[in-house]
């Protein structure tokens, strides 16, 4: 995973740590005043167990959420997307961040099944909408 960063953005750092400190569960980070992503290995544990009824997939899973969060550190459009959500707290802003992070991680990872990028990809888009619709 490590070579994986490093070979599509030298700059980008990778931890992996045992889990998200709070109480929710946050199975990837991008930090961008950092350019570091932080994986959460039993939150993501938790996530593939709950979407797919085991572990199973959870290498795959686990790539599915790299790439993710890699598609925010690689998306040109972050910056003025994040100062736009930060001055008008616009949901639908926060719905074009994270389709761009989807699309981005969609071209990294053609070696992972289609439909298991895909059931990760709507259900997270799913809940993004539903925050929307909340408020």
Known sequence: MYEFVRG???????????????????????????????LYKKDIEFQCERSLGSLDRLEEYTWVILTHEMGHALDTELGVLSEEL??????????????????????LMPFVGRDLFTSIKDESLAYCTKRMLVG
Do not use: M
């Open 8 to 38: 599509h953005d030298a700059s980008l750092s990778l931890i992996i740590e045992n889990e998200f400190p709070g109480n929710r569960c946050v199975g990837g980070k991008y930090s961008v005043e950092d350019h570091v992503i932080t």
């Open 86 to 107: 930060w001055n008008t707290g616009s949901s639908e802003i926060l719905y074009q961040i994270e389709l761009n992070a989807w699309n981005i991680a969609g071209e």
